[in-house]
């Protein structure tokens, strides 16, 4: 009885408390949260009211101790819930997801349980700008028009291996990108994802760094498209595959749970033509498979011993402008790429340049395409087909 009185008299406690501070409605600064920050505000908010209510009887101790103890993840779930001022189309979801379906049991598909341990109500419902549909006039992007003129480049640094080669990992690039905060874009081959495992997961798990698909063995496209078989679909698909190989042993690697992976695309979200070359039936399959296809208008020609660190740095901040997509070598091909970038990353900095990767350019802006793949003009690149063939070898 005495536990019944002091339980009552705790919570009408609570709910004056409630009243007089609104400490117990934190669901607004929450909704954005993630449930680890919800959890930890959740808690503030229990430690505030017991501390409030500064009891001496003991029984309100203890259960004031109960409170801040045992249901703080319940706390952080119903803090979790959605804000009375909603905009239509949210109030129109969360009609979508009535009383019925949320606790239903016994249905004969998916799994409520895997739905609620895995998603907050918040995530389920997702944004109003999810809807946005993006149309390109083609799937071949060379850069961006940025919304508001925006000063943002996004770097790409291709990771490409034939057949018959190991090719490198140049750490001087990756570590200064890291010491100094610059995003960019790997463009990683599958095969070379096979070969340096670990410095793939690596790059995945980097929140500056984004991963995108480089064909398995650095296959010609153009010339690949033209013959029998599935060779040229391998090259994309079988990229796509080790990507996601890579990305579960990473989740058991580092026994990580799939909220933390939750922004570790699934797949490579773009794709690079091995040689820049592409054509009519590699342009589609590419669509097909939902990839955009990613080339360049800033061209640093880092493949060739013979260009200088400062001439890199020239190419590069003579030719920037805003929504640029720069092509480099982080594979041991980029002979003086590492020591070209302290002499253009600070001065794009200084002019007010922001790095991105491909995918938050590709949503920060209009994508220029062009309807064939080249290097810097049409029709300049089909010498490749003549040195490289299928280009794997
Ligand atoms: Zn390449």
């Known amino acids: 009885m005495k536990l019944f009185q002091t339980t009552i008299y705790l919570l009408s406690s609570i ?54 103890e045992k249901p703080i993840q319940i706390t952080a779930q119903k803090s979790e819930q ?24 016994n249905s004969t598909f998916g799994s409520q349980t895997i739905l609620n341990a895995c998603w907050t109500k918040t995530q389920l419902i997702g944004k109003l700008k999810e809807k946005k549909i993006q149309r390109h006039k083609s799937n071949l992007i060379r850069r961006i028009i940025p919304d508001q003129n925006k000063k943002i480049v996004a770097l790409t640094f291709d990771l490409c291996e034939r057949t018959k080669e190991r090719t490198g990992y140049d750490a001087a690039i990756v570590n200064y990108l890291r010491e100094h ?11 070379w994802m096979h070969s340096h495992p670990d410095k793939t997961m690596q790059l995945m798990a980097d929140p500056q760094f984004e991963i995108g698909n480089h064909a398995w063995t650095h296959g010609n496209m153009r010339v690949l498209e033209k013959l029998e078989g599935k060779e040229m679909e391998e090259q994309i698909l079988w990229t796509q ?16 749970s799939e909220n933390e992976m939750v922004n570790i695309p699934q797949i490579p979200m773009t794709f690079r033509f091995p040689y820049g070359t592409c054509g009519t039936k590699s342009l589609q399959a590419l669509a097909n498979f939902g990839l955009p296809t990613i080339q360049w208008d800033v061209v640093t020609a880092d493949p060739s011993r013979k260009q200088s660190a400062k001439a890199i740095a020239r ?25 070209a970038l302290p002499l253009f990353i600070p001065e794009l900095r200084k002019r007010g340049y922001q790095f991105m990767t491909v995918s938050e350019l590709l949503n920060s ?21 003549r040195l490289f063939g299928k280009g794997t070898e």
Request: a positive charge.
């Open 181 to 191: 905060g610059v995003k960019a874009t790997f463009y990683t081959g599958g095969k």
């Open 315 to 339: 190419t590069v901040l003579h030719n920037v402008k805003p929504g640029s997509i720069i092509i480099s070598h982080a594979n041991g091909r980029g002979y003086n790429t590492a020591k």
């Open 365 to 385: 802006g209009q994508a220029v395409t062009a309807n064939t793949c080249y290097e810097l003009k049409p029709g300049d690149n089909k010498k490749y087909d």
């Open 82 to 105: 959605i804000p009375k001022k909603l905009k239509s189309t949210e109030k129109f979801i969360i009609s979508q997801f009535g009383e019925n379906t949320i606790h239903k049991s």
């Open 241 to 256: 595959g080790k990507y996601q190989v890579l990305r579960n042993e990473l989740s058991q690697k580092c026994n990580v």
């Open 15 to 68: 709910v004056i408390l409630c009243i007089l501070t609104t400490s117990c409605f934190p669901t607004k600064r929450i909704i954005n949260s993630s449930v680890e920050e919800s959890i930890q505000i959740a808690q503030q908010d229990h430690e505030q009211i017991i501390s409030k209510l500064k009891s001496n009887d003991k029984h309100i101790q203890q259960e004031s101790k109960n409170i801040v």
